[in-house]
């Protein structure tokens, strides 16, 4: 089927691993030092992984891949267990554990926010 997906650029990778947490299906890994996606059927075409990518190596594309199946997906999340990220909230440095924290682009630049900051972002 056509439906959106993530693109990684291997030569913009650096292979930082700031995509992996946010991506709550497990699609992303590193192997070799670059990110890739071990099983298209496991990204859903969200994106929550675009916003904390330093080089803009993350893109959603539109193409032929098999479709996304959410049974996996809650399958490999099983496997891999509570992940909590260790970032903090770039204005008030809440954990995820204080507030959920959501990824972000401002200013040129990836960050992670927590929603009581977010709308003060949004809104000036
Ligand atoms: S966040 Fe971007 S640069 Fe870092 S590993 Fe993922 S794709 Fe590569």
Do not use: Y
């Amino acid at each position: 089927m056509k439906r959106t997906i993530v693109r990684i650029d291997e030569e913009l990778c650096n292979g930082c691993g700031k995509c992996v947490t946010p991506c709550a299906e497990g699609a992303i890994q590193l192997i070799a030092g670059k990110a890739k996606v071990i099983r298209e059927e496991l990204c859903d075409g969200a994106g929550f992984c675009l916003a904390v990518c330093p080089t803009g190596a993350l893109t959603l594309e539109e193409r032929e891949t098999d479709p996304f199946d959410p049974a996996l997906a809650r399958a490999e999340e099983e496997r891999r267990g509570k992940t909590i990220i260790k970032e903090t909230c770039r204005f008030c440095g809440k954990t995820e554990e204080d507030a959920p924290l959501i990824p972000i682009r401002t200013g040129g630049e990836s960050a992670w926010v927590c929603v009581r900051c977010l709308p003060g972002l949004i809104h000036g």
